[in-house]
């Protein structure tokens, strides 16, 4: 499988946050005793998702902490909810994770670990002739809304092969819905292709015979990119350091279970999809889609950094410039190592 060694990417995590910065201990802690998380419905999610049904996160933080989970289905709704102080942490995609830190009161939301890397693809539809780049001219192609992850890779990837959308005065017809809309478009073929996230790519390639034209990782630098990021209101972190320390201390150890465990992982998030939305996927679709996707804590910081420069060239992140310093928030991760994860 492509969830490669859990270990491995531990230390590499490790490494990025091993710098000066506040230390995991109790001292600041303001006994609210509660931890609110957001996180989604999708295979990309394995990790709030396993975690949370197989009890390391209750069990890493104890009788004492009260755990609240929000199923959210955009990033943009867990930016707000964060915003609102309705959620403490967050499992979003880059794009939200960067319009977070930079639209939070003083930068005050910051990735605190991966969670994801890559698990996106270019599906086109069993009827429409697109072999390469050049015959998306005069196609209609359907992404997730606009500033998503995908939309962001579509439109750059656009732009790299001088090719524009519709309203920008371009030959391509993208269409920015949900992804249950866009299964619906393919089925009734009335869009070529779309750029979608796992498990919802295999599911248009297996179910409706699409064809995979490439992975999206194909096209980063050493085949990977974050997906999936935790992000966190960095207040609720500093005043409540002991809970936050047992929260990413189970966020790890859950990268090493599923790692070493593919086949129970996909058990339990077809029982989650079954008990959350009163269906799941078949056993292919979730084990393909496994394997699309590298579970990992490495937040992959210079994709992360791209990502912002792609966002930044089609007009995302406003017309004054943007400076993510400090984006990633700096821990003492001696703990972690202590517990091998």
Excluded: C
């Amino acid at each position: 499988m492509k969830i490669r060694s859990a270990i491995s990417v531990g230390i590499a995590a490790i490494v990025v946050f091993s710098v000066l910065g506040v230390a995991l201990s109790s001292s600041d802690n303001t006994h609210e005793n509660k931890i609110r998380i957001a996180y989604f419905p999708n295979i990309g999610h394995a990790i709030p998702i396993v975690g949370m049904e197989k009890g390391f996160f209750e069990e890493h933080l104890g009788d004492d902490v009260k755990m609240e989970t929000k199923v959210f289905d955009s990033g943009p709704q867990a930016i707000e909810a964060l915003f609102a102080n309705s959620v403490d942490l967050a499992y979003v995609g880059p794009g939200p994770a960067i319009n977070g830190f930079l639209n939070s009161e003083n930068n005050n939301v910051k990735i605190l670990a991966g969670a994801a890397s890559g698990g996106a693809s270019f599906i086109v539809h069993p009827d429409s002739e697109i072999n390469s780049a050049s015959d998306f001219d005069g196609k209609k192609i359907a992404a997730p809304q606009i500033g998503n992850t995908q939309d962001v890779s579509l439109r750059h990837f656009l732009a790299e092969n001088q090719l524009k959308p519709a309203e920008k005065g371009g030959s391509v017809i993208v269409y920015n819905i949900s992804n249950p809309d866009i299964y619906t478009l393919f089925v009734k073929g009335d869009i070529d292709g779309a750029w979608v996230a796992e498990p919802w790519a295999t599911i248009l390639e297996t179910e409706l015979d699409g064809k995979r034209l490439f992975h999206e990782e194909e096209l980063w630098p050493d085949n990977e990119f974050a997906s999936v990021l935790l992000i966190g209101n960095i207040d609720y972190v500093d005043k409540n350091s002991a809970i936050w320390a047992d929260f990413i201390r189970a966020h790890h150890e859950t990268v090493i279970w599923i790692q070493t465990n593919p086949t129970d992982t996909r058990i339990v998030f077809n029982d989650f999809l079954d008990s959350y939305l009163g269906q799941s996927l078949s056993d292919d679709v979730v084990d393909v889609a496994l394997s699309n996707i590298l579970i990992t804590a490495d937040p992959k910081p210079n994709s992360v950094f791209s990502f912002a420069e792609k966002a930044d060239a089609l007009g995302y992140l406003g017309r004054n410039g943007y400076d993510l310093s400090g984006i990633f928030y700096s821990f003492d991760t001696n703990s972690l190592e202590e517990t091998g994860t």
